[in-house]
Antibody
Framework: QLQLQESGPGLVKPSETLSLTCTVSGGSINIISYYWGWIRQPPGKGLEWIGSISYSGSTYYNPSLKGRVTISVDTSKSLFSLKLSSVTAADTALYYC???????????WGQGTLVTVSS | QTVVTQEPSFSVSPGGTVTLTCGLSSDSVSTGYYPSWYQQTPGQAPRTLIYSTNTRSSGVPDRFSGSILGNKAALTITGAQADDESNYYCALYMGSGISVFGGGTKLTVL
């Protein structure tokens, strides 16, 4: 059974860079036609797709966050990462890593990790 | 900017049928947007219910069904149960690797 697990600091200072890693286990990250992505959910609010990456490194980002987001993949370690720069309190959210494809939607989710932006 | 619209809230009686919708501010939703639906209960990660408009994810009861109704994607729950009380989100694939979620519908079963 494929499992995704987020890790990273739970507290980030304003203007700094948020960094999270998602480790994939129970399956391969090297799958054509699947993407590995990040979704966030501010407390009490809805879901927002942040961006995704293919195993080959092609990236796709939410236009509203473009310029602040970088997603990378390390297939040798079966993990992918999120960096979000210049964070503000508005970036406080539960961050989920996901697997998805165009035809199958977001089919596997991590349990989520809460990141708070505060000084 | 693309906005995906959902009813903010809905209520259904136990055993009843409810249809939640997912629309676009500037277009009609078609199968080409590969609509998908997710159920989220408080404190839990979302669970995939439906993908590619009408395909149920593994283990999802057949009382959940997806379709296109008019110019929107739709999620219908037939024979609602108490544990269907959740938040429901739709997502649309906009092309060029971009996906957009709707704001979610809070479903109450009472």
């Amino acid at each position: 059974q494929l499992q995704l697990q987020e890790s990273g600091p739970g507290l980030v200072k304003p203007s700094e860079t948020l960094s999270l890693t998602c480790t994939v286990s129970g399956g391969s990250i090297n799958i054509i036609s699947y993407y590995w992505g990040w979704i966030r959910q501010p407390p009490g609010k809805g879901l927002e797709w942040i961006g995704s990456i293919s195993y080959s490194g092609s990236t796709y980002y939410n236009p509203s966050l473009k310029g602040r987001v970088t997603i990378s993949v390390d297939t040798s370690k079966s993990l992918f990462s999120l960096k979000l720069s210049s964070v503000t309190a508005a970036d406080t959210a539960l961050y989920y890593c996901v697997r998805h494809s165009v035809g199958r939607g977001f089919d596997y989710w991590g349990q989520g990790t809460l990141v708070t932006v505060s000084s | 900017q693309t906005v995906v619209t959902q009813e903010p809230s809905f209520s259904v009686s136990p055993g009843g049928t409810v249809t939640l919708t997912c629309g676009l501010s500037s277009d009609s939703v078609s199968t080409g947007y590969y609509p998908s639906w997710y159920q989220q209960t408080p404190g839990q990660a979302p669970r995939t219910l439906i993908y590619s408009t009408n395909t149920r994810s593994s283990g999802v009861p057949d009382r959940f069904s997806g379709s296109i109704l008019g110019n929107k994607a739709a999620l219908t729950i037939t024979g609602a149960q108490a544990d269907d009380e959740s938040n429901y989100y739709c997502a649309l694939y906009m092309g060029s690797g971009i996906s957009v979620f709707g704001g979610g519908t809070k479903l109450t079963v009472l």
